[in-house]
């Protein structure tokens, strides 16, 4: 059954844990040429995709934090680290031949474009993926945010967040055998029972733009592009 007619321009959220496939830190390539896999079907079928990446499976603030390292530059480390995953996923596209672009939120280097809105519907309109990494590019945010505001810049018709479960759940479905799927939820839901799609802030950044967001697994092949298609996949939350 069609949820809708499809969407054309779709800013796609990966986490970084998805970087590192089966294990339960860094990189695997089996992990990342599936998300490239996902990305070439979306792509080759016509829609145009920006993508945040997240950093988890480097560091997360948290973890710098840990160690002693203060708040504030814990966080700029997992920014960074989202660069690095950028530019890995970068490159298992080219294997695919699909031309992207990295883009981040604060200089890196001349291998990496600044963020840059107007320049990135450039690329997404001549058929390029444009992969932003460097979070919101401050510090006290995730990427999930750095997800939301990269949408309403490029104008993305739908958020896709894909995850390593088949959309949201009432309750833990690794736990319990009767959790039930929502096809459907509202952004007053979502927020009143936090489900966990996304930060609270980044669903009320979605919510307010009216930008619909579906959130599914990342492991079935095809999943992204029937998604865009219009087909149902997962859970939709529409404001
Ligand atoms: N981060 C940040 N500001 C941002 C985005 C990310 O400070 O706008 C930092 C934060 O420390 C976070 C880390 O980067 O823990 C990695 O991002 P995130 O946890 O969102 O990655 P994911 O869980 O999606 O892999």
């Given amino acids: 059954m069609k949820r809708s007619e499809g969407y054309r321009r779709a800013l796609l959220k ?60 814990a966080d700029h480390m997992g920014m960074i680290a989202t660069v690095l995953n950028g530019l890995a996923l970068r490159w298992a596209l080219e294997e695919l031949s699909v031309k992207s672009r990295v883009m981040c939120a604060f200089p890196v280097g001349h291998f990496v474009e600044e963020a840059d809105s107007e320049q990135a519907k450039d690329y997404l309109s001549k058929g390029f993926v444009v992969i932003f990494s460097g979070g919101t590019g401050n510090p006290c945010f995730t990427t999930d945010s750095a997800a939301a505001l990269r949408a309403v810049e490029i104008d993305a018709d739908v958020v896709i967040k894909a995850t390593q479960v088949n959309g949201v759940y009432d309750k833990d479905p690794h736990v319990y055998p009767d959790a039930e799927l929502y096809e459907y939820v509202t952004v007053e839901e979502a927020l009143e029972k936090r489900l966990g799609i996304m930060d609270a802030a980044a669903i009320e950044i979605l919510g307010r733009k009216r930008i619909p967001t579906i959130v599914l697994s990342l492991h079935e092949n095809g999943n992204i592009q029937r998604a865009l298609a219009g087909e149902k996949v997962g859970t939709l939350m529409v404001s």
């Fill in 14 to 73: 990966i986490s970084g844990e998805a970087m590192s496939g089966e294990r339960d830190y860094g990189f695997d390539k089996d992990g990342i040429s599936r998300i490239a896999r996902q990305i070439e079907i979306a792509r080759n079928a016509g829609h145009e995709l920006g993508i945040v990446i997240g950093g988890g499976n480097i560091l997360r603030g948290r973890e710098a934090a840990s160690v002693g390292v203060p708040p504030l530059a």
